[in-house]
T-cell receptor, first 111, second 112 residues
């Protein structure tokens, strides 16, 4: 069966510090991968999605970036965090049916 | 631009009631629609997926319907239980493999 992991589960970072969130998927190959953010009082918003290694599409311009160094690994990064980057970050994957499956999420608080 | 709306934003019912959660969308040219459940501080759990060619899907006490022509989907929960308390999110994809567009959810509270 397929499993999706995210870490860390929670993170508190000061403004201006770097960020690296990791997502890995087990039990499938060549998945589509997605990063979403859920901010307080707002709906889920897509940040990035990837259909293959090194292929990243950005939906919203921001100070975040994403990379896919391996088939089942998706990384969300920032060089300098802003207060507005606080939120709940969710990674998801899909394959042939395009049904999306979500990870447990990372709660990021920028102070 | 596709927009997804969920009404009501919150709903409180006593245990045992049958209930309906509503989801509406502005562009009927969708690829699929998913219903999710989210418990506080947790990730999303996929409940049901309806492809654009389907009218409904069922899983246990849950039944989801899709009417593309009217831009509506409903999630029917039969015989609600306190364990059903959560936020229910409707999301759809305009094309295969692209991002889901989410509604803001309906927060359900079922009292015993």
């Amino acid at each position: 069966s397929q499993t999706i992991h995210q870490w860390p589960a929670t993170l508190v970072q000061p403004v201006g510090s770097p960020l690296s969130l990791e997502c890995t998927v087990e039990g499938t190959s060549n998945p589509n991968l997605y990063w979403y953010r859920q901010a307080a009082g707002r709906g889920l918003q897509l940040l990035f999605y990837s259909v293959g290694i090194g292929q990243i599409s950005s939906e919203v311009p921001q100070n975040l970036s994403a990379s896919r160094p391996q088939d089942r690994q998706f990384i969300l990064s920032s060089k300098k965090l802003l207060l507005s980057d606080s939120g709940f970050y969710l990674c998801a994957w899909s394959r042939t049916s395009y049904e999306q499956y979500f990870g447990p999420g990372t709660r990021l608080t920028v102070t | 631009k596709q927009e997804v709306t969920q009404i009501p934003a919150a709903l409180s019912v006593p245990e045992g009631e049958n209930l309906v959660l509503n989801c509406s969308f502005t562009d009927s040219a969708i690829y699929n629609l998913q219903w999710f459940r989210q418990d506080p501080g947790k990730g999303l759990t996929s409940l049901l997926l309806i492809q654009s060619s389907q009218r409904e899907q069922t899983s246990g006490r849950l039944n989801a319907s899709l009417d593309k022509s009217s831009g509506r989907s409903t999630l029917y929960i039969a015989a609600s239980q306190p364990g059903d308390s959560a936020t229910y999110l409707c999301a759809l994809a305009n094309q295969a493999g692209t991002a889901l567009i989410f509604g803001k959810g309906t927060t359900l509270s079922v009292s015993s």
